[in-house]
Every structure is written in structure tokens, then in C-alpha cells.
Nanobody, 116 residues
Framework: QVQLVESGGGLVQPGGSLRLSCVASGFPFSGAGMYWYRQAPGKERELVALISSTGSVIRYADSVKGRFTISRDNGQNTVYLQMNSLKPEDTAVYYC?????????WGQGTQLTVSS
């Protein structure tokens, strides 16, 4: 059974930094592309970043390009999202995700609030 457990969210001031982690289990992590999504109140869930199984392919949403960095540690079954220069509009619940046989699986999410 796929399990994705996010952690690392919290309250941060504008301009601050935070790193999210997602520990995965129940599937061959080293063979799976991994994704970070976010959903702000009243908005649709949006893709923030993705990383291929080997880390050779990385993509970012334009809104976070240059500020966020996705990475993974296949030995620890963990994917990270380093977030710098945070803005109030980054406030959202952040979700880790993967595709299993065409079905998208989600973690429970971790809340990030950027506010002074």
C-alpha cells in the first residue's frame, strides 16, 4: 500500500525558508517520479515541482522557479522541497504525490503559512 507522509510545514515570515520532506513506502521509490503539489484556500490544487526517478528531469511551476528546489534521496525513500524567499502567496497545503499504474496517490499534506 502506497504511503506518502509529508512533514516540515509551519509558519514562516515573508522572505524566509523552509524545507518539506515526504517519506514514501509501499512501492519501489527509486523507480517512481515524484511530485509536489499545493492547494491554497479557495483554489485548485496545482503542480509545484516534479522530479524523475533518477533526478535527471526536474520541472517547476513558473511561480516558484528560482526559489524552490526539489530533490530526492532514493536511499532514504524521501523527496524534499526546499523553499526560499517565501511569499504570502505560497501559503497552501503542500502535498507529495506519485502515480501508481496511472492512479495518482497523495499524502495527507502539510500546511505552509507565510505571514508576518
Amino acid at each position: 500500500q502506497v504511503q506518502l507522509v509529508e512533514s516540515g510545514g509551519g509558519l514562516v515570515q515573508p522572505g524566509g525558508s523552509l524545507r518539506l520532506s515526504c517519506v514514501a513506502s509501499g512501492f519501489p521509490f527509486s523507480g517512481a517520479g515524484m511530485y509536489w503539489y499545493r492547494q491554497a484556500p479557495g483554489k485548485e490544487r496545482e503542480l509545484v515541482a516534479l522530479i524523475s526517478s533518477t533526478g535527471s528531469v526536474i520541472r517547476y511551476a513558473d511561480s516558484v522557479k528560482g526559489r524552490f528546489t526539489i530533490s530526492r534521496d532514493n536511499g532514504q525513500n524521501t523527496v524534499y522541497l526546499q523553499m526560499n524567499s517565501l511569499k504570502p502567496e505560497d501559503t497552501a497545503v503542500y502535498y507529495c504525490s506519485m502515480l501508481q499504474s496511472g492512479v495518482r496517490r497523495w499524502g495527507q499534506g502539510t500546511q505552509l503559512t507565510v505571514s508576518s
